[in-house]
């Protein structure tokens, strides 16, 4: 049974950083898009970033360019989030979802895709960021 989990949440001051960490079991993760999404309290869920499975491409939304960097360790199954220059507006649950299909292309649509909404899911870690 494939099991996603993320890690490395907390809280952090204004301008700070986190990195969040993503594992994958038991799949082979280096055939697969992966990416991350969060949510606030009272608002939908948000897509942030993607990275293809052989890591060539990559998509950030523009909430978050220039201060997030994603990035992948396919020999460790692991996914990771860098998170600089943080603000109140990113607290939220971060989510890290691998695709249900292989050797997808990352992409803007990457996040509507059904092989995303319908992908391996982790619980989530959460992010408070004060002011």
């Known amino acids: 049974q494939v099991e996603v989990k993320e890690s490395g949440g907390g809280l952090v001051q204004t301008g700070g950083s986190l990195t969040l960490s993503c594992s994958a079991s038991?799949?082979?993760?280096?055939?697969?898009?992966v990416g991350w999404f969060r949510q606030a309290p009272g608002k939908g869920r948000e897509g942030l970033s993607c990275i293809s499975w052989s890591g060539s491409s990559k998509y950030y939304a523009d909430s978050i360019k220039g201060r997030f960097t994603i990035s992948r360790d396919n020999a460790k199954s692991t996914l990771y989030l860098q998170m600089n220059n943080l603000e109140p507006g990113d607290t939220a649950m971060y989510f890290c979802?691998?695709?249900?299909?292989?050797?997808?292309?990352?992409?803007?649509?990457?996040?509507?895709?059904?092989?995303?909404?319908?992908?391996?899911w982790g619980p989530g870690t959460q992010v408070t960021v004060s002011s």
């Open positions: 038991e799949l082979t993760f280096g055939r697969y898009t």
């Open positions: 979802v691998v695709e249900r299909a292989a050797y997808e292309e990352c992409r803007g649509s990457w996040f509507d895709s059904k092989f995303v909404t319908q992908g391996f």
